[in-house]
């Protein structure tokens, strides 16, 4: 088993890495929107107190599938290469359609499986995260 840690990636918010190499498959953790370096997310406003105040889940998607190819790409596995994502939203109501738009532009030449859940939070204050799994060298 190979651990992989992408150094465009954020870190990750515990002790785990981005991800593990076992075979040819690829395992990703949880991959959220946040910017290296940075506890800024993109699209997400907050007060005083770290409460969401205002998000937009079209950057947030983008920005999370951008962190999803950074990990892919430096454990040299490629976006081609997705064949199952797990994608957890905390607004479906609100969200799924913009999500769904957004994940067909970046999906269209590649349709992995895919699952999507809601659920009522995440560590961080983001409303997606993706949990993926890739073949290498596809």
């Known amino acids: 088993m190979k651990k992989v840690m992408a150094n465009q990636a954020p870190d990750p918010v515990g002790l785990y890495p981005h991800a593990r190499q076992v075979g040819n498959l690829l395992f990703l953790s949880g991959v959220g929107p946040r910017k290296k370096d940075s506890k800024d997310i ?14 937009c889940i079209e950057t947030q998607c983008r920005s999370v599938f951008d962190n ?13 290469g997705l064949v199952d994502v ?9 969200d ?8 067909a532009e970046y999906f269209a030449s590649n349709q992995p499986c895919r699952t999507t859940v809601e659920i009522n ?6 409303a997606i995260e993706l949990k993926c799994i890739a073949v290498m060298g596809e």
């Open 121 to 126: 939070k995440l560590p961080t204050p983001i």
């Open 68 to 80: 999803v190819r950074y990990v892919l790409e430096a454990s040299g596995a490629s976006w081609h």
């Open 42 to 55: 993109p699209g997400v406003s907050l007060d005083e107190g770290g409460n969401v105040t205002a998000y």
């Open 96 to 103: 799924f359609a913009t999500y769904n738009r957004v994940y």
């Open 86 to 94: 797990t994608v957890y939203l905390t607004n479906m109501d609100d």
